[in-house]
């Protein structure tokens, strides 16, 4: 009922295009749904953050998509940079909760 | 405004030695949580204070590990008797109080158990 699952663990992109993860949860009193990115050696840094009643919510370069119904959420990078090549976290919380993470996705962008 | 602060940032101890990692929250904010992140994996919740209380310590181990936010002060993750086990990055991250669930992280403390 906790948990988060996400996929890819892994996904390699050509600069330029759009990196797809994905994220599925069970518990339904979830109600903010967060993205971090994982620098190495670094601590997760927010990224954008989505709460059930909006469908979709777009940050510079960041989108993330929600599908209440089917327990579903993505995050989508436009115009990939290799700067962007980091590990990827999705998680999920209600209120001041603690957050329940995915597994994480290593995302290369190849120049 | 300054971010979440850890130290110290590496720590070693050798099997047996207590591990006391600090955390100051952003301020403003009223919320602590600790996570676990063993190399490789993902962070694991461990617990989730407020000033003076302990609200979630449902990750905790229930031996060695035990977790205080004082009145005064940063929050403080002991672990005793450490074991090699225990070698991972340790993450705080606070929110602020009447937020909305997101929470900030620190730079994490990196722990080595020799």
């Known amino acids: 009922q906790q948990q988060v699952k996400q996929s890819p663990q892994s996904l390699i992109v050509q600069k330029g295009g759009i990196p797809i993860i994905n994220c599925a949860y069970e518990?339904?009193?979830?109600?903010?749904f967060p993205w971090y990115q994982q620098f190495p050696g670094k601590g997760p840094a927010l990224l954008i953050a989505?709460?059930?009643?909006?469908s979709e919510k777009k940050e510079g370069r960041f989108t993330i998509s929600f599908n209440k119904s089917a327990k579903q959420f993505s995050l989508h990078i436009m115009d990939s940079q290799p700067g962007d090549s980091a590990t990827y976290f999705c998680a999920a919380t209600r209120g001041a909760q603690k957050l329940v993470f995915g597994q994480g996705t290593r995302l290369t962008i190849n120049p | 405004n300054a971010g979440v602060m850890q130290n110290p940032r590496h720590l070693v101890r050798r099997r047996g030695q207590e591990a006391r990692l600090r955390c100051s929250p952003m301020?403003?904010?009223?919320?602590v949580y600790w996570y676990r992140q063993l190399p490789e994996e993902g962070l694991k919740f461990m617990v989730y204070?407020?000033?003076?209380?302990?609200?979630?310590e449902s990750g905790m181990p229930k031996e060695r590990f035990s977790a205080e936010f004082p009145k005064e002060g940063p929050s403080i993750l002991r672990i005793q008797q450490v074991v090699r086990g225990d070698s991972a990055a340790y993450f705080c991250?606070?929110?602020?109080?009447?937020?909305?669930?997101?929470?900030?992280f620190g730079p994490g403390t990196r722990l080595t158990v020799t």
């Open positions: 301020k403003g904010h009223s919320h």
């Open positions: 991250a606070s929110s602020p109080t009447g937020g909305f669930g997101e929470q900030y």
């Open positions: 204070l407020q000033k003076e209380n302990i609200i979630d």
């Open positions: 989505i709460r059930p009643d909006v």
């Open positions: 518990n339904t009193a979830f109600d903010y």
